[in-house]
């Protein structure tokens, strides 16, 4: 087992600090208040954000997303990211993830368009993959992206970590044959509910994410066991990874996910896919959303963001 980073360290005492309960033992709607709760201690931008901030409904669905424009685009082509939040699809929301989405948008000088997709037991799959999709695709449009003061010519990549980095994979498969997606960056995606994976059993207590929780949350995300065999609940089960966007892959060493997010990263990289990884040594799981008490990893994952993107522009 690896050695944890001090800010590791520092992200779990926070949690302990509040008295947050393992989340196997909670409710959905308990679970989403401690959320809350995590984010007031945890997350602060790690840039001052100094753009403007837009909420929208997108779709026929009337999605809610919140759209960050910057002070100012980077030089060369705009860009536009659709993010898609973390919490095991039962968790997390655009605020839970504002401190990250801002810091993003503030370094790169893209415009970011964070998602609220439809969360579990509530909508349980594939009601998350619909509203990612959809949004995704509405982004794609020209006219749709003028409409809220974006430019016709942008980009388009995705993004998310953890649970949303499952549906920014997924997207870049269902959406593959339009051809618009230009790149994607997975935080420590969940990639596949199928199999029992050495980091799920090396980390399976003490840091953050547990397999217990794991559990939790797909019994929350799933209807039945038959399907995790969909590979849009499990993208590394996809048969066909050619001619997907190039992908940065960002994944925490000491974290249950860690087996799966690089099996996926090598299954896109076997199928000719260009493939940048950041392993960030002794760190957890959910760090990424956590600049606050994860300032010097965070700052080091997301500079490897803005120079992804400007590299793919």
Not at 17 to 27: D, Y
Not at 49 to 65: A, D, L, M, W, Y
Not at 91 to 120: K, N, P
Not at 199 to 206: D, I, K
């Amino acid at each position: 087992m690896a050695e944890l980073h001090p800010e590791s360290r520092t992200l779990l005492q926070q949690m302990e600090s509040i008295g947050v309960p393992p989340i196997s033992e909670l409710t959905a709607e308990d679970a989403r208040k401690y959320t809350v709760e995590r984010v007031k201690i945890s997350a602060s931008p790690l840039l001052e954000f100094k753009g403007r901030k837009q909420e929208i409904q997108c779709t026929s669905s009337r999605i809610p997303v919140r759209v960050y424009h910057p002070e100012s685009y980077h030089p060369g082509k705009p860009v536009v990211l659709v993010f898609f939040h973390g919490g095991g699809w039962v968790i997390g929301s655009r605020d839970s993830h504002d401190a990250t989405v801002s810091s993003i948008t503030q370094l790169t000088g893209c415009a970011v368009a964070s998602v609220e997709y439809r969360l579990a037991p509530e909508h349980k799959f594939p009601a998350a993959v619909e509203d990612a999709v959809a949004c995704t695709e509405w982004f794609l449009s020209p006219d749709n992206r003028e409409s809220v003061g974006l430019a016709r010519d942008m980009v388009v990549g995705v993004s998310g970590d953890s649970a949303g980095g499952n549906l920014a994979a997924v997207v870049t498969h269902e959406l593959k044959f339009l051809d618009l997606i230009k790149f994607q960056v997975l935080i420590y995606p969940a990639s596949d509910f199928t199999t029992q994976t050495e980091s799920q059993e090396r980390y399976a207590t003490g840091h953050l994410l547990t397999k217990s929780s794991i559990e939790w949350f797909r019994g929350h995300y799933l209807s039945d066991i038959s399907q995790q065999q969909d590979p849009r609940a499990s993208p590394l089960l996809y048969p066909n990874f050619e001619n997907l966007p190039s992908c940065l892959l960002i994944v925490a060493e000491c974290d249950p996910l860690y087996d799966e997010s690089l099996a996926y990263g090598n299954k896109l990289e076997a199928a000719g896919v260009s493939v940048e990884r950041l392993i960030l040594k002794g760190l957890i799981h959910a760090f990424f959303s956590f600049p606050g008490a994860c300032p010097e990893s965070c700052s080091q994952a997301y500079h490897q963001v803005a120079k992804f993107i400007h590299r793919h522009v």
